[in-house]
């Protein structure tokens, strides 16, 4: 099979949304003899389309731009698959495959054919085969509704069922290893997606579910991400910045555990950065997780953790490199049993302090 990756985010390969393609390729690819060719857009020239016709008045379709679109036009016409991994921007695709997709005019004849129902369109100049499309998108809202229709109507309309879709809201979770326990099953749903493709032609209809399920529930998901954001200008301080970092990550650690695994008495993780000096305590219970900053709502902690601010930051900043199915060096897994054993002090009814 020969397999086209069209990589449509302006970021390359720091794309969220690349995560989640690599996954599906990599289950699609796991059989059988594959070529897999990729065409980064972003490195790419193609210009904008200047609406002269000259393609359509021109028999043989030419366009009389000359940048990198004949490259293009050739990968796709050997592909049997064409992968299209996009960001949601403005609801839509990116604006750099829009731009692609304005560009393949000169694959369509001017004739239009009413198709009734599904609309009017412009046949292939060529035979495009059983080439089967696959739209990954990732977006940054949590709800598909209001947000992914366009993109997906656009899909819709161009490609009728002979397309398959991963749309991800959440997507921003992708890139970060503290959230890698959370993205790691999504990725091996995506993976076997990807193996489904291979071997039926189509994504069986139990994993589109899978896929469409979301990581965590709306407010959470809102909390995390309005505590992501960095708001610094030219006079915060390094120190400063250290420190408003510390503090939106150990906020975010809240929501990262399962509340169902914690018992209804809080476990309390205290997080301590004595360089900073800093202090949050983390309160896990069945009954909601919390981040407590406020000194007068501490509790007697089960397990104190002593950390470095920089390396803290370091390790809950960091990229993550995860496929699917991997399961090394995972940080998150790692917090997740220290959480665990908290637990059991609690239980105990004693406490420990852990210098990281
Ligand atoms: C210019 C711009 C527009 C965006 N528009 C939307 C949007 O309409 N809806 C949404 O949910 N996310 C939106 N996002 C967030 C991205 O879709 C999200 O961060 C995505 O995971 C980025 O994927 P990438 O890393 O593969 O480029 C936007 C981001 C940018 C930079």
């Given at each position: 099979m020969n397999i086209l990756l069209v990589n449509a985010s302006p970021k390359g390969e720091r794309s969220n949304t690349l995560h989640i393609t690599h996954a599906f390729l990599d289950g699609l690819m796991s059989n059988g003899k594959h070529t897999l060719k990729t065409f980064m857009l972003k490195d790419k020239r193609i210009e904008f389309c200047t609406g002269c016709f000259y393609c359509w008045n021109n028999k043989d379709g030419k366009c009389v731009i000359s940048d990198d679109m004949p490259e293009y036009t050739q990968l796709y016409k050997e592909a049997d698959v064409v992968i299209f991994s996009t960001p949601v921007h403005f609801f839509g695709p990116s604006a750099r495959l829009k731009n692609l997709f304005d560009r393949t005019l000169p694959f369509h004849v001017p004739e239009i054919i009413d198709r009734k129902d599904s609309g009017q369109r412009h046949e292939y100049r060529w035979d495009v085969g059983n080439k089967k499309i696959v739209l990954v998108a990732t977006c940054g809202f949590y709800s598909y509704e209001n947000n992914v229709e366009p993109l997906v109507k656009l899909f819709d309309i161009c490609y009728g069922d002979n397309y398959e879709k991963i749309i991800c809201p959440e997507g921003t979770l992708f890139s970060l290893e503290i959230f890698r326990e959370f993205t790691q099953s999504y990725l091996d749903t995506a993976r076997k997606a990807g193996v489904e493709m291979a071997s039926r032609g189509r994504i069986s209809d139990e994993t589109r579910e899978a896929l469409i399920?979301?990581?965590?529930g709306k407010d959470d998901y809102i909390y995390l991400a309005n505590n992501y954001w960095i708001q610094t200008d030219e006079n915060t301080t390094p120190e400063e910045k250290l420190r408003i970092g510390v503090r939106q990550r150990t906020m975010q650690m809240s929501k990262m555990f399962d509340e169902s695994l914690f018992p209804d008495e809080p476990v309390v993780v205290e997080m301590k950065f004595p360089e900073l000096p800093y202090t949050c305590q983390l309160h896990l219970s069945r009954k909601g997780n919390q981040a407590v900053e406020d000194p007068e709502r501490?509790?007697?902690?089960h397990l104190r953790l002593v950390l470095n601010p920089e390396r803290f930051l370091a390790i809950a900043s960091s990229r993550t490199n995860a496929k699917a199915g991997d399961k090394s060096n995972n940080v998150q897994m790692n917090i997740g049993k220290l959480t665990q054993i908290a637990v059991r002090l609690q239980k105990k009814g004693s406490s420990m302090e852990m210098k990281l």
């Open positions: 399920k979301r990581t965590f501490f509790l007697p902690h």
